[in-house]
């Protein structure tokens, strides 16, 4: 019995902890808790079980939400004209910001910082909401290069931070150059 309650206790502090985890290893963990807990014998029915399952959810749907406001920003800050390099770079300094203990801990409190992108982007029904979902093609791109950058697999250094028109921060780590004007990538 002791056994069992060590056990409980330790992936009910599992659960507790995984909140700040990135979404693919939320989702592995409650997996693998809710696994542990039917071997230990628990019903499906179970608070674990069904708090496992509830978290697995749970950040499936924080990561669609946060997919699509990183998309939004792409299509708005990167469609027209841009690379696929540029967009991918605008869609890491997202990511970036977010775990960066210089910015908010979240896409949507990065995406409506004032002075950085546009609270239009992350607002239902607004003319840039809705021009990023117009074209089902572009809008499926934007989404598949966001699902990217959140998942790490964007080739950028975790400290580039900045995306403008002219160098900040520290140095510039790209360019990216259309026919209508020039981002800069920089360091923070």
Known sequence: MKKFLT???????????????????????????????????LPEEDPIIVRAKELWWNADANFKNDRDMIATVIYNEAWGG?????????????????NSDKFPGTVYDVVVQPGQYH??????????????RADPTAWAECQRIAAKA??????????????????????TYEVCATSYSTTYFCYG
């Open 7 to 41: 056990i409980t206790l330790t992936l009910a502090i599992c659960i507790g902890l995984m909140a700040a985890m990135p979404h693919k290893t939320q989702q592995s963990q409650a997996h693998e808790i809710a696994e542990i807990a039917r071997q230990m014998g």
């Open 82 to 98: 841009c690379s696929d390099r540029h967009r991918e770079l605008v869609a890491a300094v997202v990511v970036n910001r977010v």
């Open 119 to 132: 609270k239009a982007y992350v607002t239902p029904g607004s003319y840039y909401w809705n021009a990023a």
């Open 150 to 171: 959140l998942n790490g697999e964007v080739e950028c250094p975790a400290n580039v931070l900045y995306q403008a028109e002219g160098t900040q921060g520290t140095g």
